[in-house]
């Protein structure tokens, strides 16, 4: 008999700050189609509270400058 497979979104690798969220970060960028860089800016703004502070949201700001460096880049 075959038991179950538990969920990877149950399985959190490293603390509890997505799991203990109504919405985890990683469902609403994937059923959004969010792109990486956006995608990580998300991640970062909602964990910082629960895991690394104002680091986290340091990670958060480094993304959206390269964003905005990439599309920057792409103006004709």
Known sequence: MSHPRQSALDCQIGGSHYRDMAIQPFEFIHANGIP?????????????RAKNGVEDLRKARHFL??????????KP
């Open 36 to 48: 990486f860089a956006e995608g990580c800016i998300i991640k970062y703004v909602s964990r910082w």
């Open 65 to 74: 400058d390269m964003l905005i460096d990439a599309e920057e880049a792409r």
